[in-house]
């Protein structure tokens, strides 16, 4: 099976706090908590069925695209966002606590 992951569209349910995204009747998920203008993503769940098709990854990006735009910053505890973030520098100054390069601090 294949996604085109250009036509899934991510919602973020508020209700209970994650992005998610249905595909094939599975819903892959993201979890948040949001505490002023802190979002601490604490979980990402992908069903079996739809591993390594870039669901995750769609999914992170989304999140950090949304926290972006609303003036969050970011503390990530789930590892998988971790891990996104790792290879996505342009999300780094939306992490709370980021110095930037050539920091004192």
Known sequence: ???DLDSLAVRNNETEKRFEVEVNGQMALLEYIRAGQNITYT???VPVA???MGIGGKLARH???FARDNDLKVIPICPFVTS????HPEFHHIVFGYKG???SA
């Not at 996104?84 to 290879?87: F, K, M, N, P, S």
């Open 43 to 45: 979980h990402t769940e």
């Open 1 to 3: 099976m294949s996604v």
């Open 63 to 65: 999140a950090l695209e």
């Open 50 to 52: 739809l591993k390594g």
């Open 84 to 87: 996104y973030l790792r290879t």
């Open 101 to 103: 390069k050539g920091s």
